[in-house]
């Protein structure tokens, strides 16, 4: 049976598995799996920096070790096995990490529904609690920050305001990590991203969620909910000031034309432009009662046509080429006459996709991972390529709920 011990961080060995230090927040890749050997050295230095004196190690017995290591190569397998060209491949599974985020994902949204569900009752905001879900949210950006960006593609229809909430949270940490921002900024960015509507919960809901066009003095007021989270957090010694700063601008523009001060782009914080666009484009590619989400690729569109004058223009850019040219969610259109749904984008040309359609456009019971990065061995030449993305109206596709759908489907 597996037992937990506590160490000095600085006896660290190679293959220690660490659950946790005595501090949390620590910048550690290689939670609740081995620490490489090669690694040990560079972790002790970055322990010592973040002042870890002890580290809680998973000690396990040698037939648990031998039921790990027969598991780990199962979900290995697995995975080459999804890589294969179509004709091999499974048709229902999702890698073990994809499942894990989609879990991690779902509390993040609960803690924060609960958050804000207290404040809408006249209860202070549990910054505690944030700062844990956003915590986390870092950790995870760590562990995986190829596809972290992805998790804001979890969309939940009846839940918007919380996982908007978490997802931009997941956007602006993937935008700072990319900017090179250190642990503790990512966290006080992460927490405006978390909190950056707080004020809402102070609108009354009838105007939060009035489908229609607000009335003049209805728009009044909702323009107050910046300064609302303003004030519920200012005094919060929990809250670092920054957090704080872009909460109540994140609805600035730069060309001053935003509320509530019409502050210009020099006086924006940089953190409030990060929010800006992490929180306009997870509006704008999410389905409403009263709106279509729109897909990935058109909402970048959108977000560069309104650079310089709405968004930083630097930043846009920025976050473009963070997103990738096929961003997740994208329905493209391939050679061989398939649509898939960007999974994976991995920034470049060829990403992972779920198959939806066969050749014929015929829909598929259940969407096929496959890997656009994988060649014919003896051609050299790749199966297959995207030709362009697709109007998702179109086709009748919605590339989130694909994706949230496959994500659901545990690993066989
Ligand atoms: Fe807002």
Redesign the pocket.
Known sequence: MATVKRIPADEIKGGAVVLRFDRSGVPYDYYARDLPAGMVQSVKKILAENHVKFAFVRETAQKEKEEEKNRATRVQALLEHMNQPIAQAPGKTAPEDVVTAREMHDRARQITKDIMSQVRMGNAVDTDASREVVSGLVESCFKNPETFVNLSRLKNFDDYTFTHSVNVAVIAISIGRKLGMSYGELRSLGLAGLL??VG?MKVPERIINKPGKLTDEEFLLMKM??VYGYELLRTDSGVPPETVKAVLQ??EKSDGTGYPYGLKEREISKYAKIIAIA?VYDAITSERVYHKGIGPADALKMLFAWSGKHFNEVLVKFFISLIGIYPAGTAVMLDTGEIAVVLDSNGGPKPKVLLVTDEKRNRLISPVLFDLASRNAVTGRPYKTILSPVDTDEISINGSEIISRYMLTPPR
């Open positions: 950056h509507d809402k909910h910046p994140h609805h929180d």
